[in-house]
Structure formats: structure tokens, C-alpha cells
């Protein structure tokens, strides 16, 4: 029997200053080890005066469940939710909260941190759990593809197999940037597949192939790799990227320029904003690996995916260093 849906609250405004936090943790996510985050939080909460609970979950697989432990508790104390960990992290925690009403925080600890730095939340713990304390709340927009929330990005195709192959790289040669760029070079070496969609986009049918899609919510991250569409974030819309048919040595001249900043003019490039978009795979495929802020979830076809009628109540620090955006 499947258990049913929470009702959807009316997302809270305004903070009191002394609502519990009850904190997720992700001991796989970051640098340090989870004993010494742990510490650094209980140490700061406690200076602070703050009620709270830590929760540190050692098995990624378990977080999901940690994540609606949390929520119920925040739901029933009238507190806020926490997530510390990478944007797999927050992803999960965010898929518990959303819609219960609660305030959400983050405590960034991942490689790229794309959510975070969006707001200048401090990737360093003892400075994100600061600014925590000193925030206020925004109303954030999320994506949804079918019933499942994304923060920064949602593609299928060829980039779920490239973070596939990143996370195999990071186990054996650690996490950083250049590891992650490695290791999409090695699999590019792989001619990908190509896929024929169908897609629904504002009432109009078009066919596109492609070797991927990826839907993006993030600003940042579309900045950085240099697609132009990054004003339709702000217009309430999501941001669809293609790549045509192109050879092997295309796709890795596209990844280079998307190192350096420049992909959204390359003319085997497609990206248009939109509100709602149902993809549908050509052929017998009933089920698709999907990517959801680097965490990959087997979905069924169609793929809808749109902007979610509830924003998040994310809590923003105050007072921003522009260096945590960088």
C-alpha cells in the first residue's frame, strides 16, 4: 500500500529567530569528516542557544527517509529543516519538504555547489551555519519533472552516464573539478547514443534528436557554461539544452567551451525557456534513467517537466560575500 501524500501548506514568511532546526547530514558529502562537521555545528547551535537535532545519515540510500523524519518533525514543532551535504543532498530534502509548509536551510558541503553559491550561502560549515542564523527567508523557485523536485538541473540521455562516470572517477581519484572534466572526456570516448523525442512544448509537437537533454533552474550554472537564456529563470521559466547529432570530436570541443563559458554559441546548441514540457522517448522505452542534481532516478515516460506551483522557502543570509558566489 503506498503511503499518501502530505497535504501541500501554505509555505511559512517569516522567521522568529528561535524555531528548532532539525538537520540532515550527509556523512559522505565535503572534506572533513562528519565527526568534525557534526561538532562544528552542535558548537555553534549551542553558543547560539538553539534547540536542535543532527541526524547523520552514513548511507545515501537512507536519506530520503532521514529527510521525511525531519520534515515531520519541523511540520509538527514549527521548525526549520536543514540540509548539509551536495546538491544530491539538498535534492533529497528538498523532495521532503516541499509543500509542507517549513522553512528550508542549507549547509552546502559539495563539489560544485551550485545552489548554494546562488544565494552565497558559505561552503565553509562553521560560516554557513553563521549565516544560517542570521538569514531570512526567500521564496525560491524549483523545478518538478514528473513528481520529482530539482533545484539546479534535470536531463536525460548522455549526462546521466557522464555523472555515472564522474561518481566512479571520484571514488577512485577524489572529488574536485578537474577530476569531473576528466572523466566526462573518458566517456565521450564512448560514441553516445542518440535519441529521437517527441516533445510537447506550448501546445506544439516537434521531434528532436539528440544524445541528451538537460533541464536547468539554476542561473549560475547556465552562466558559467554560457547559455544565453538565463532571463527566463527570472521570468518564471525553466531552461530546456539540446545538442544536435554531432561527432565524437564536436561533443568534446562543446565540452570545452563549456569549461570556458562560451557553449551557448556554439551553433550545435539548442536552448529555449518554457513553463512546461512533456518528452516523450521514441520506440518501446517505458523507463529512463534520469538526472536530478547529480542524482539519478529510473522514471516512466513521459517526462513532464515544469515549474512547481509551491516555491521553497529557502533560508538567505543577510549579509552576502561576493566571494561566495564565485
Known amino acids: 500500500m503506498s503511503t499518501p501524500n502530505p497535504p501541500v501548506c501554505r509555505p511559512v514568511t517569516e522567521l522568529t529567530g528561535n524555531e528548532a ?10 572534506r572533513n569528516s562528519a565527526n568534525e562537521k557534526r561538532d562544528t555545528i ?23 527517509e532521514a529527510a521525511r ?21 539538498l535534492n533529497a530534502v528538498t523532495q521532503a519538504v516541499i509543500g509542507r509548509g517549513v522553512a528550508f536551510a542549507i549547509l552546502p558541503q559539495g563539489t560544485f555547489n551550485y545552489f ?46 557522464l555523472l555515472e562516470d564522474r561518481e566512479a572517477y571520484k571514488k ?25 523525442l517527441d516533445l510537447d512544448l506550448h501546445g506544439k509537437r516537434q521531434t ?27 521570468r518564471g521559466q525553466l531552461v ?12 568534446y570541443w562543446l565540452l570545452l567551451r563549456g569549461a570556458f563559458s562560451s557553449l551557448g554559441k556554439a551553433e550545435d546548441v539548442i536552448s529555449f525557456g518554457f513553463e512546461r514540457l512533456e518528452v516523450k522517448p521514441q520506440g518501446r ?9 547529480g542524482e539519478i532516478v529510473r522514471m516512466s515516460t513521459p517526462l513532464v517537466f515544469k515549474v512547481s506551483e509551491t516555491p521553497l522557502p529557502l533560508l538567505v543570509p543577510r549579509n552576502v560575500d561576493p566571494a561566495d558566489r564565485a
Open 21 to 30: 532546526l532539525f538537520i540532515v547530514l550527509n556523512a559522505g558529502s565535503g
Open 42 to 64: 552542535t558548537r555553534l547551535l549551542t553558543q547560539a542557544g538553539r534547540r536542535f537535532e543532527i541526524d547523520v545519515v552514513e548511507d545515501p540510500r537512507n536519506l530520503p
Open 69 to 89: 523524519r525531519a520534515t515531520d518533525r519541523a511540520v509538527r514543532e514549527r521548525g526549520v529543516v536543514v540540509a548539509a551535504g551536495g546538491d544530491g543532498t
Open 116 to 161: 548554494g553559491r546562488t544565494f552565497g550561502i558559505p561552503s565553509d560549515i562553521e560560516r554557513a551555519v553563521r549565516a544560517m542564523l542570521d538569514a531570512r527567508i526567500e521564496p525560491v523557485q524549483i523545478g518538478m519533472v514528473n513528481d520529482h523536485a530539482f533545484l539546479v538541473n534535470a536531463s536525460m540521455g548522455l549526462y546521466p552516464t
Open 172 to 196: 577512485r581519484y577524489g572529488r574536485s573539478r578537474m577530476v569531473a572534466l576528466w572523466s566526462g572526456l573518458v566517456t565521450l570516448m564512448r560514441r553516445p547514443p542518440q535519441w529521437k
Open 208 to 234: 528532436l534528436r539528440t544524445p541528451t537533454l538537460v533541464v536547468g533552474n539554476n542561473a549560475l550554472q547556465l552562466e558559467q557554461i554560457g547559455i544565453d537564456n538565463v532571463d527566463k529563470l527570472e
Open 240 to 251: 530546456a539544452m539540446s545538442v544536435r547529432p554531432v561527432s565524437t570530436l564536436t561533443l
Open 285 to 293: 522505452r517505458r523507463h529512463i534513467k534520469v538526472a536530478m542534481d
